[in-house]
């Protein structure tokens, strides 16, 4: 087997660790020093994101859907697949490096979905983008980190308390989705879901399609209308 050969490397703001884009043959993988944490051959998860989500909605005409974290662009290409023509789609990443790599060196993994007009890109702290609307988005997708136990960066654990749930339900429209991805279950994330008013459903994915790899949780949190 050929050995991974590093391409880019990109520290994580207001952290003291870095991002690491690695290639080996067509495979790419963007970890930390000592954690992967996604691969493009394992993505089943990340399109499931979108897909349970589109899914939700599917009866509805211009839609207004945020994502939170780029990554190698699986679930922004997944939602682009699975919406209309008049859906507008705000992606907000925290990394500079992470958009820049999406445009130079990874685009092509999920179609390029960054060239679809339907997409912007918000360079940020996605907690500043939800708080900073109310009943703007008809869903909220979040794949932040490691899920709710945060892992590369401490302050996203504030999109997963009481106070940033609370700031997601305020921000979604009557009817609308904040969906979660996670690499673990949490049952405790469950409980914060419901106490905040959310109709809460958790669905077990496959990492890898179909039907292998690690499992997965995602939240698909519905405010009622």
């Known amino acids: 087997m050929k050995p991974w050969k590093e391409v880019d490397r990109a520290p994580i703001p207001d952290e003291d660790g870095e991002l690491i ?4 043959d067509t495979e790419y993988s963007i970890r930390t020093t000592t954690t992967e944490l996604m691969n493009s051959r ?15 909605l599917h009866h509805h005409s211009d839609l207004n ?28 990443e925290l990394v500079p490096a992470v958009i820049k790599w999406n445009h130079e060196y990874i685009g092509h993994l999920a179609g390029f979905p960054l060239d679809d007009p339907r997409v912007s890109v918000q360079q940020g702290d996605v907690a500043i983008t939800i708080t900073s609307k109310k009943k703007t988005w008809d869903a909220i997708l ?32 009557p009817g609308g989705i904040l969906a979660v991805w996670s690499y673990t279950p949490d049952k405790s ?27 997965h949780t995602i939240w698909v949190a519905t405010k009622p209308m």
Request: charge should be positive.
């Open 42 to 56: 394992l993505h089943g998860s990340e399109d499931a994101l979108a897909e349970l989500t589109c899914a939700r």
């Open 189 to 215: 994330f469950t409980q914060r879901l419901t106490k905040c008013g959310f109709h809460t459903k958790v669905v077990t994915v496959r990492a890898h399609k179909p039907g292998k790899g690690s499992r």
């Open 21 to 24: 884009l690695r290639r080996r």
């Open 142 to 173: 979040l794949d932040i980190d490691n899920g709710p136990d945060g892992l590369t960066r401490e302050a996203n654990n504030q999109l997963y308390n009481m106070q940033g749930l609370r700031g997601s339900f305020s921000a979604l429209k």
């Open 65 to 92: 859907i945020l994502i939170g974290g780029l990554g190698m662009g699986y679930t922004l290409g997944a939602a682009l697949r699975n919406s209309g023509p008049d859906t507008r789609i705000t992606v907000s």
